[in-house]
């Protein structure tokens, strides 16, 4: 097919021509004198990323499912108990990876399609006297339903509860993305990958790590080798990486974060915000449903859209890769068949969402959902026009 092709799934996202070209060059050695100062930048400048001034940056040749288990077995010991909010698809396979890895995971089940109360995680500290929870597990933007977690709620209910659990985020569709406030919302892992808001390939994992959970990664007990942050924070500290760094995302990430910078970090948010908006509003002119309920915590980097009773959600998907060249989000564990996603996140702008709508229109009608055409465009539209 010839043209751009139109890729609109919630990650991995566009990468810009910038990335693309800055990581297109040679390898080098990575153990040179010369090396330091990259790494040394890269640490320095994801931190605003994630908010934070007082936590440490990590860098791994990993993606986000590696970085839950960096998270958990740098802070937890053997068997210890967490406490984790189940709530779509990237929620459970949170849960499931602290259980393969033994922690036992209290889960508080929450409707697909609706954010976590924080009273529900207040009250289950509230009710662990013995504090025998050492950590809450939370994922804030759940990506398979399109749902924005109130982390700063969280930790307020964590405050009142008076619970010294650790609190580990995953990042994963919301940093560098969504406004994330590591060292306000008392964050003490929050882990992402590079395919998304950074606007790379799949790669590099990163997390940021609070002092209070640096300081049990020396004294844990957790068996690891190649995700353990003691060989990381030897090596960083001078420069380098315990392993051979993966070079050319490094250079890519160098980049990103430049366009990110130069963007400025509020006004990423407030852009991806405007953009959600347009989205909205056209699957509102479209007649059809969210899959997240409440308006309040409706996210602004993905949008799960329910197809009518009867219909099928694959065939949209399938319809719009191959006759409109346009990739769509699937409905992930449950939600298959009944949800496709529009992800706009990273390096997206209006006209690209616009043309993303228009392909989403044929898509709708190819499948049997004969929305008016040009409905959504026009109120997306209308929308980019106002708020411009
Ligand atoms: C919220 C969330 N967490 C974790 C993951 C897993 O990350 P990865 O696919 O990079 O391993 C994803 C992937 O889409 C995600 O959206």
């Known amino acids: 097919m010839s043209g751009r092709h139109h890729l609109f799934v919630p990650g991995p996202t566009n990468v810009p021509d910038r990335v693309l070209r800055a990581m297109h060059r040679a390898q080098e050695d990575h153990r040179s004198s010369a090396f330091p100062e990259l790494t040394h930048g890269l640490l320095r400048d994801l931190k605003p990323v994630f908010g934070a001034n007082d936590g440490r940056p990590f860098i791994f040749a990993a993606t986000g ?63 662990d006297k013995a504090h025998a929870i050492k950590a809450v597990l939370l994922v804030h933007n759940e990506t398979a339903t399109g749902v924005t977690n109130d982390l700063a709620g969280i930790r307020e209910a964590m405050d009142e509860a008076r619970h010294p659990a650790l609190l580990l985020v995953d990042g994963v569709s919301s940093i560098g993305s969504l406004d994330f406030q590591f060292d306000v919302w008392g964050v003490d892992v929050a882990i992402c990958g590079s395919q998304k808001g950074f606007m790379m390939p799949a790669g590099l994992g990163m997390l940021c790590v609070s002092p209070e959970a640096l300081g049990r990664i020396e004294t844990n007990r957790f068996p690891r ?21 993966a070079l050319a995302h490094l250079f890519g990430l160098r980049e990103a974060l430049d366009m990110l910078h130069e963007e400025g970090m509020a006004q ?60 769509l989000g699937s409905g992930l564990g449950r939600l298959n068949g009944r949800v496709f996603r529009i992800g706009h996140l990273g390096d997206v702008n209006a006209l690209m969402l616009l043309g993303a709508l228009a392909g989403t229109e044929l898509a709708l009608h190819d499948a049997g959902i004969p929305v008016p055409y040009g409905a959504g465009v026009a109120a997306a539209q209308r929308w980019y026009h106002e708020s411009a």
């Open 65 to 127: 499912t590696g970085m839950w288990e960096a998270a958990l077995t740098n802070t937890l010991a053997p068997g210890d108990r967490v406490l984790a909010a189940r709530f779509g698809q990237f929620s459970h396979l949170f849960i499931d990876t602290a259980e393969r890895l033994g922690f036992r995971v209290d889960v508080i089940d929450v409707e697909w399609g609706e954010a976590v109360d924080p009273g529900l995680i207040g009250a289950a500290l509230a009710a």
């Open 225 to 245: 080798a190649y995700f353990d942050l003691r060989p990381q924070i030897l090596h960083n500290d001078q420069g380098y990486f315990p392993y051979t760094p």
């Open 268 to 327: 990423v948010a407030a852009r991806h915000a405007r953009l959600a908006e347009g989205v909205r509003r056209a699957v509102h002119a479209w007649g059809l449903q969210l899959i997240a309920r409440d308006p309040e915590s409706r996210s602004n980097t993905v949008t799960g859209i329910v197809v009518p009773d009867g219909k099928d959600a694959r065939h949209v998907i399938d319809h719009a890769f191959r006759r409109w060249d346009l990739a």
